[in-house]
């Protein structure tokens, strides 16, 4: 089954405003969890990512919400601007090797 | 930044013909992972690889499939045979470490007919 969901297919924001993409997870054993970028017809690349041992990260416009009781995290992207315009696709992994799991992304279209 | 790439970008075969994927990671990279995408759904993980053997794989990792990486050239995928089911893109990717940022190829887009 699906390990990680994103249950919002699409998400449309005004410039300036603050952007919040929400991710799912069904392991307990996950304890690392990412956001990835991608534009069409491209590679999906790393935004940021977080362990298990911090619920918060923040990293200029970009700051990952981790709720681990919930499993549940988050990316905010604050003052939206039209070139954030892409898929976003959460991702997350266990220790022991494991590979991290993708959702199926969220389309973020920021409208001038 | 660093690239992956994956040869061909998009490859064209018969049912029951075998396949072989190419990819060319990063050059310092250890780990080395496949993942699957049919058209419209989310891309699915198929196996990783490290140190010469296959470190986890999943359910979508079927018997006729098989990855290697012979003397650190290309980590290939073999599909043998194949079947209409496998048509998909396939996308590659690369790690330092086994939690370290994956670096992902442009992927090869399958046509099974």
């Known amino acids: 089954g699906q390990q990680v969901k994103q249950s919002s297919p699409s998400l449309t924001v005004q410039e300036g405003g603050i952007s919040i993409l929400n991710c799912d997870y069904e392991n307990d054993m996950f304890d690392y969890f990412a956001w990835y970028k991608k534009y069409p017809d491209n590679s999906p690349t790393l935004l940021i990512s977080?362990?298990?041992?911090?619920d918060k990260r923040e990293d200029g416009r970009l700051t990952v919400f981790l709720n681990k009781s919930g499993k549940h995290f988050s990316l905010h992207i604050t003052a939206s601007q039209p070139e954030d315009t892409a898929v976003y696709l959460c991702?997350?992994?266990?220790?022991?090797?494991?590979?991290?799991?993708f959702g199926a992304g969220t389309k973020l279209s920021v409208k001038p | 930044g660093p690239k992956v790439l994956q040869i061909p970008s998009h490859q064209i075969i018969d049912m029951g013909q075998m396949v072989t994927l190419n990819c060319d990671p990063v050059s310092n990279h250890l780990y080395f992972y496949w993942y699957k995408q049919i058209l419209g759904q989310q891309m699915e993980f198929l196996v990783n690889f490290y140190n010469g053997k296959v470190m986890e794989k999943s359910k979508l990792f079927k018997d006729q499939f098989s990855v290697e990486r012979p003397d650190g050239s290309y980590f290939t995928l073999k599909i043998q045979p194949t079947a209409l089911e496998d048509s998909a893109v396939y996308f590659c990717?690369?790690?330092?470490?086994?939690?370290?940022?994956?670096?992902f190829g442009a992927g090869t887009r399958l046509s099974v007919l």
């Open positions: 991702a997350a992994g266990a220790r022991n090797n494991n590979a991290p799991r």
């Open positions: 977080v362990r298990s041992n911090v």
């Open positions: 990717a690369s790690s330092l470490g086994d939690k370290n940022t994956l670096y």
